[in-house]
């Protein structure tokens, strides 16, 4: 079965820092990559996805995120991250030939900027 | 459109007490997620649903049950709570085809089991 891992739970950057969250999956297989964004308080909303073509994909509110399939990896990044930008994130795969659309998330990272 | 709504928002529950938490879409959307979310766990995969008549077990589905008899609907019914369920709960909904769509989730219902 296929999991997601998430390498850093818990981030605190000043605003104007770089970020970037790393997210590893296992599976051999073609996979169709997400990150979601919950904002305190809010349900999960999507960030950005990947399915096919170009491997740096952007998102709303200027993040970006590479996959690197040799890597196993989707990572995402922003280059200046603002305090509004505090949230929790989860990375989240989807088997591209599943018929099932069986969405199996990673742990998740809280990141907390400081003003 | 009002999306994905869950209802309640907010429920406490006696150990041993049955409950379903409601879900409806209004997206005529096929695909239909339960998932619950934990500090430290991310989001887990309960149930889920391809479609009208149609579920299967996610990755902890022990304690919980689901039917889907109308495209719209998607009840979780917890059949005799106990304080491991004490979690958030996300409904989440997609068009067929979800590995290019993503899903749309709702607003949770933070459930305490005491």
């Known amino acids: 079965a296929q999991s997601v891992s998430q390498h850093n739970h818990h981030v605190i950057l000043s605003e104007a820092a770089s970020l970037e969250l790393g997210c590893n999956y296992s599976?051999?297989?073609?996979?169709?990559l997400f990150w979601y964004v919950q904002y305190p308080g809010q349900h999960l909303q999507l960030l950005l996805k990947y399915f096919s073509g170009d491997p740096l994909v952007k998102g709303i509110k200027g993040f970006e995120a590479e996959f690197i399939k040799s890597k196993f990896s989707f990572n995402l990044r922003k280059p200046s991250v603002q305090w509004s930008d505090t949230a929790e994130y989860f990375c989240a795969v989807i088997i591209a030939s599943s018929n099932t659309g069986k969405l199996i998330f990673g742990q998740g990272t809280t990141l907390q900027v400081k003003p | 459109n009002a999306g994905v709504t869950q209802t309640p928002k907010f429920q406490v529950l006696k150990t041993g007490q049955s409950m379903t938490l409601q879900c409806a879409q209004d997206?005529?959307?096929?695909?239909m997620s339960w998932y619950r979310q934990d500090p430290g766990m991310g989001l887990r995969l309960i149930h889920y649903?391809?479609?009208?008549?149609?579920?299967d077990q996610g990755e902890v589905p022990n304690g919980y049950n689901v039917s889907r008899s109308t495209t719209e609907d998607f009840p979780l019914r917890l059949l005799s709570a106990a304080p491991s369920q004490t979690s958030v709960y996300f409904c989440?909904?997609?068009?067929?085809?979800?590995?290019?769509?993503?899903?749309?989730f709702g607003s949770g219902t933070r459930l305490t089991v005491v």
């Open positions: 649903s391809v479609g009208a008549g149609i579920t």
């Open positions: 997206m005529n959307h096929e695909y």
């Open positions: 599976y051999g297989g073609t996979v169709n």
């Open positions: 989440a909904s997609s068009r067929q085809g979800a590995a290019n769509y993503g899903y749309t």
